[in-house]
């Protein structure tokens, strides 16, 4: 079955106005200050807490 009139743009985009993406939430590393996922260990550092600090190894780009 067919539809009985033309969905206009206004109603189409109404519709989808929730279908917009989120901006991702960083916060800042307390230790350095670059900007990370929050509950994640800093990619620059590896600050997590006070208690726990991962060791990152550096990869060498040759």
């Known amino acids: 079955m ?3 009139k033309k969905t206009s743009r206004t109603r189409t ?3 989808r ?3 917009a993406l989120k901006a991702t939430n960083y916060s800042t590393c307390k230790r350095c200050g ?3 996922l929050p509950h994640a260990a800093c990619a620059n550092c590896g600050y997590v807490n ?3 600090t991962l060791k990152l190894g550096k990869e ?3």
């Open 60 to 62: 060498d780009s040759e």
């Open 34 to 36: 670059q900007a990370k």
């Open 50 to 52: 006070p208690k726990i």
């Open 13 to 15: 985009r109404t519709r």
């Open 2 to 4: 067919l539809p009985a």
């Open 17 to 19: 106005s929730h279908h």
